[in-house]
């Protein structure tokens, strides 16, 4: 059974914020999300396609949390049955060129959906330095980051429900549609 947001997590007490609804928002309007389980790492298992996260408690703000959350689930549109991106699809991908540029897409697009929600002020200076390494580790290479951007971007959309036609306007995706 696929869990939900709201049941993986714990409400962190000290804290009026919890949950922020824009960026509960966008989990809860994912068309075909993944599974959400508890754990104590924050990461995405393709062949469980399942993000696990920590609990909020574990958090410095619920900005930080969101953006993590942002950065697993941009990595699950990745999946065979999303987007198919080469980085989460091939099993063999970690260690690799894909696997740089996957987590360049993942928090490109975690940043892209921070930006949506209204956050992107508490998680920049994290974000910028997450992408600044792996920039390293591509080696600064110019057509990774527009390709990983390009990528990252198709993921918010996916995440967001929204869809891009040849004409280039948006179509809002309904999950009757998916």
Same mark, same amino acid.
């Given at each position: ?8 997590? %714990? +409400? ?8 922020? !609804? ?8 994912? /068309? =075909? #999300? #993944?599974?959400?389980? !508890?754990?104590? $790492? +924050? *990461?995405?298992?393709? =062949? !469980?396609?399942? /993000?696990?996260? #920590? ?9 930080? *949390? ?29 260690? %690799? ?17 921070? $930006? ?11 974000? +910028? ?9 591509? =080696?600064?290479?110019?057509?990774? /980051?527009?390709?990983? $951007? ?17 004409? $280039? /306007? ?5 999950? +009757? !549609?998916?």
């Amino acid at each position: 059974m696929r869990g939900t947001i709201s049941a993986m997590v %714990s +409400a962190r007490p000290s804290c009026d914020s919890w949950p922020l !609804e824009a960026c509960e928002e966008v989990i809860a309007g994912m /068309v =075909s #999300p #993944p599974a959400f389980k !508890e754990g104590t $790492g +924050a *990461y995405y298992r393709p =062949s !469980e396609d399942t /993000v696990y996260m #920590p609990a909020k408690g574990h958090f410095d703000s619920a900005e930080e *949390y969101y953006c993590v959350l942002f950065h697993e689930v941009t990595h699950a549109t990745g999946h065979e049955k999303r987007l198919g991106r080469p980085g989460i699809v091939d099993p063999s991908f970690a260690r %690799s060129h894909s696997y740089s540029k996957e987590e360049l897409v993942a928090e490109m697009g975690a940043s892209f959906l921070c $930006g949506v929600t209204g956050i992107e002020n508490v998680t920049l200076d994290n974000s +910028a330095a997450y992408i600044a390494n792996w920039l390293k580790v591509l =080696s600064n290479d110019p057509k990774c /980051v527009v390709q990983a $951007g390009a990528q990252a971007q198709r993921a918010a959309d996916l995440i967001l429900g929204r869809s891009f036609e040849a004409s $280039g /306007v948006a179509k809002e995706e309904t999950a +009757a !549609e998916a």
